[in-house]
């Protein structure tokens, strides 16, 4: 566990291209991506990330990808055809995604959400301010509480 973070944070992952951390009374995974993320890593990330949320029961998923830059059309193609499906599976009910201020990444996830998440059982929001996409997900805590 990182001291910096307070007890209520467990850090799963800290490296060159993201930051994940769990909070498990919110049942919440945050992802802070930072910079460019190559195939190998990108994917690992998001598939650790996930294993996280199936093992820990997790509802909530922040992407904050303000640091993040583009993503490649390849990961793009398996993010949807690959990723969301195993996602979809997973029991989350919500993710607020902290948008990019790199141009490219934005394009990325516009393609990516708008191929992925006609399928996906669950909300997804957009957000400038964490403290409102954090808001936002635990709006509804205990009604997604009580119907898992």
Do not use: C
Not at 109 to 117: F, K, L, N, Y
């Amino acid at each position: 566990m990182n001291p910096k973070l307070p007890a209520t944070h467990v850090l799963i992952r800290q490296d060159d291209h993201v930051t994940i951390q769990v909070v498990p009374a919110d049942r919440m995974i945050t992802l802070t991506w930072t910079g460019y993320a190559p195939s190998v890593a990108y994917r690992s990330i998001l598939d650790e990330a996930l294993a996280n949320v199936k093992a820990l029961d997790l509802l909530r998923w922040l992407a904050d990808l303000q640091g993040m830059d583009a993503i490649m059309q390849q990961d793009e193609q398996w993010t949807v055809n690959d990723w969301f499906p195993r996602l979809a599976k997973s029991g989350l009910k919500r993710m607020a995604i902290l948008t990019s201020v790199d141009y490219f990444n934005r394009m990325s996830v516009d393609r990516i959400m708008s191929a992925g998440t006609a399928e996906m059982p669950l909300d997804v929001a957009y957000f400038d301010h964490v403290e409102n996409a954090k808001s936002w997900l635990l709006s509804s805590s205990r009604s997604m509480e009580h119907s898992v």
